[in-house]
């Protein structure tokens, strides 16, 4: 999924861009940026909670993954591939065309289904246009991180990747592109 300060940039971008160019004819615009909003979030709290129960899945079976013999980080993987299959959803890191495809395909049925909402447009056509958006946020974020990991790297001692500092580092220079970008304003 998308970072968390991604989530609104994502929503607002879509619902601007659809509006603006009249795909969309909203009723209430306000209820449906909000709709939108929340249909992001709740998409990466589902996530968040499965990556949760991976985590405590983990914790109760160190010892068989390690009599077993594989790593955690294999192990980790495949519980949430199985977990994510089983509870229909769909988790890719990092957040690509399947995951993109797969929410572009929740908007729409969102779309379809609020009286309050008309399209100009071909389903098809808007379904893509709203999957376009989601891999330019997608895109914007890769950029970001290369960028952000890039100026961690150049400090003059390393930094290593995990620790409090690397974090904190990380966090700064992440919300310092995001308003580079014109993504988030400098009070966000």
Same mark, same amino acid.
């Given at each position: 999924?998308?970072?968390?300060?991604?989530?609104?940039? %994502?929503?607002?971008?879509?619902?601007? =861009?659809?509006?603006?160019?009249?795909?969309?004819?909203?009723?209430?615009?306000?209820? !449906?940026?909000?709709?939108?909003?929340?249909?992001?979030?709740?998409? +990466?709290?589902?996530? @968040?909670?499965?990556?949760?129960? &991976?985590?405590?899945?983990?914790?109760?079976?160190?010892?068989?993954?390690? !009599? &077993? $013999?594989?790593?955690?980080?294999? /192990?980790?993987?495949?519980?949430?591939?199985?977990?994510?299959?089983? *509870? $229909?959803?769909?988790?890719?890191?990092?957040?690509?065309?399947?995951? /993109?495809? +797969?929410?572009?395909?929740?908007?729409?049925?969102?779309?379809?289904?609020?009286?309050? &909402?008309?399209?100009?447009?071909?389903?098809?056509?808007?379904?893509?246009?709203?999957?376009?958006?989601?891999?330019?946020? %997608?895109?914007?974020? @890769?950029?970001?991180?290369?960028?952000?990991?890039?100026?961690? %790297?150049?400090?003059?001692?390393?930094? +290593?990747?995990?620790?409090?500092?690397?974090? &904190?580092? #990380? =966090?700064? #220079? +992440?919300?310092? *592109?995001?308003?580079?970008? $014109?993504?988030?304003?400098?009070?966000?």
């Amino acid at each position: 999924m998308l970072p968390k300060k991604l989530l609104k940039i %994502a929503a607002d971008k879509i619902f601007k =861009d659809l509006t603006e160019k009249n795909y969309l004819i909203l009723d209430n615009p306000e209820k !449906f940026k909000e709709n939108l909003h929340k249909l992001l979030l709740e998409e +990466y709290k589902k996530e @968040r909670e499965l990556e949760r129960k &991976v985590d405590e899945i983990i914790e109760q079976n160190l010892s068989e993954i390690d !009599f &077993v $013999g594989i790593s955690v980080r294999e /192990a980790r993987r495949k519980i949430l591939d199985e977990l994510s299959k089983k *509870e $229909g959803i769909v988790i890719e890191k990092p957040f690509g065309r399947t995951k /993109a495809n +797969y929410l572009a395909n929740k908007i729409m049925k969102m779309i379809e289904e609020d009286e309050d &909402v008309d399209y100009t447009i071909d389903r098809t056509q808007l379904r893509l246009k709203i999957f376009n958006i989601l891999m330019w946020v %997608a895109n914007e974020n @890769r950029k970001i991180i290369e960028n952000v990991k890039r100026r961690i %790297a150049s400090h003059s001692r390393p930094i +290593y990747e995990g620790t409090p500092e690397w974090k &904190v580092l #990380y =966090d700064k #220079y +992440y919300k310092e *592109e995001l308003i580079k970008r $014109g993504l988030i304003e400098v009070e966000d």
